[in-house]
């Protein structure tokens, strides 16, 4: 995850891992990290965007990041814009892992990022993957030639060389504490595939910290990034595009779209980027859907509001809750990430859901409710009395009723019964989750 300077927590230091395409960077990276953070799978080109992890090796801690395979790159071309993601992360870095494969030996696209790489100050490792068993290890001799040093062997598959390579970076870093556990707000960034989440992220940042490009499904891994705004703390995640199921026919985008449903999981609030011109597609009402299900808050962000005309946001929003009638309970920002419109007042709705989802309602005010909810008309109708009503846990708030006949409580009923809590705590945005008990 990556720091700001202007977040008061210590500095680690970076460890940044290039290599050309297919040579296990990003299997290295999970072998350090300890998990599966990155997306693995034979073909080349998974990693795009820089993905950092903060970690702790033998009580001393430092930030590592994956960057995508180093290649030539076109003028104008995806592979360009992935260049300046690698030189970036080189760049933001204090070591250099450079990975090779000892299976395929040294090719040209080794040779050119060597180069580069020499003409830079920072201290560099240079790592042959691919080496199995103890017999391959005479594979690493003909990579001295890059003028690198020492290779380390090593075996991402096999989890060969790896503690010697972490306890060598270790080396000069002075023990620390842990790493710092504040609580961000973690917020997912969700949406069909094409909807502006990295344009959104990177008017956030300020910075092209993820890569801005046209073609769908750009962003594969789920890129957690550290910000904080109005002295709030962020864990803003940055996900891939997620897709039904019927239209994935690479494993990319497979695993690309796991991510996203792990990453909604995890966040405390997600903000759910849909098209301004598509409005509610079936996609985005699977995405709110499942956020829901989650039990997380939620946001829905109307993107490229600029090109829209001749519409008022109230008939939109109408519109959206006619495809999808939970979105009357949901904030509805109009956003545009290319003019900035609305795009930082975001960070404060999503704030405001947060607090939202935590609520935890005093005696009194429990009290108060039950018993404006059985003096109401629609229950008094149906004859129903509800005996007791008791908070079990927030994020999201969930509620126990005490009720005489439990068939008495139709479908109906608990939805006014849940529409009945959002009027009465505040509760737009955050699910609430309410059960019923006969006594």
């Known amino acids: 995850m990556v720091r700001y300077p202007d977040m008061d927590k210590p500095k680690l230091l970076k460890i940044a891992i290039v290599g050309r395409p297919n040579v296990g960077k990003s299997s290295i990276f999970n072998r350090i990290v300890g998990a599966r953070k990155a997306i693995v799978e034979p073909s080349s080109g998974t990693t795009r965007d820089r993905l950092h992890a903060d970690i702790r090796w033998k009580g ?45 030996g040294i090719l040209p696209q080794d040779r050119e990022l060597s180069s580069m790489l020499r003409k830079t100050s920072k201290k560099v490792y240079l790592v042959v993957n691919k080496i199995d068993t103890a017999s391959d290890t ?19 598959m096999h989890n060969r060389g790896i503690e010697k390579l972490c306890d060598d970076l270790a080396k000069g870093i002075e023990k620390s504490g842990d790493i710092d556990d504040t609580r961000p707000v973690k917020v997912a960034i969700v949406g069909r595939p094409n909807v502006g989440k990295s344009s959104y992220l990177n008017f956030i940042l300020s910075e092209e910290r993820v890569i801005v490009h046209p073609t769908a499904g750009t962003t594969r891994d789920s890129i957690d990034i550290d910000f904080k705004y109005k002295d709030r703390d962020y864990l803003l995640i940055d996900t891939a595009g997620i897709r039904h199921n019927a239209v994935i026919n690479r494993a990319s985008d497979f695993y690309g779209s796991v991510r996203s449903k792990e990453s ?11 098209d301004g011109f598509e409005g509610l597609t079936k996609d985005s009402i699977r995405i709110i859907d499942e956020c829901l299900e989650e039990g997380k808050g939620l946001v829905v962000a109307v993107n490229k509001w600029d090109l829209v005309k001749g519409v008022e946001t109230s008939k939109y929003k109408d519109r ?17 990430c290319i003019t900035g419109l609305n795009v930082k007042s975001t960070l404060e709705v999503i704030w405001n859901v947060y607090e939202r989802s935590r609520t ?78 006969e006594v």
Do not use: H, W
Not at 79 to 98: C, T
């Open 360 to 437: 935890v309602i005093q005696p009194d005010k429990i009290a108060d409710i039950l018993k404006s909810l059985n003096n109401a008309a629609e229950i008094n109708s149906k004859r129903i009395k509800f005996v007791f009503l008791k908070q079990k846990g927030s994020m999201p708030p969930e509620f126990i009723m005490g009720v005489r006949d439990l068939k008495a409580v139709s479908e109906n009923l608990k939805g006014f019964v849940e529409n009945f809590f959002r009027k009465s705590c505040d509760l737009d945005g955050v699910p609430v989750r309410i059960s019923f008990e």
């Open 60 to 104: 001393k801690s430092f930030t590592v990041i994956d960057t995508a395979g180093f290649e030539e790159a076109a003028p104008g071309n995806m592979a360009e814009l992935v260049l300046k993601q690698i030189r970036s992360g080189v760049k933001e870095a204090d070591i250099i892992l450079f990975v090779t494969d000892g299976m395929a």
């Open 320 to 336: 959206l809750a006619t495809n999808m009638s939970v979105v009357r309970y949901l904030p509805v920002v109009f956003i545009s």
């Open 264 to 274: 909604i999981k995890r966040c405390d609030v997600a903000i759910v980027l849909i």
């Open 138 to 156: 005479a594979k690493t001799s003909e990579f001295f030639e890059l003028g690198l040093g020492d290779p380390y062997a090593v075996s991402a």
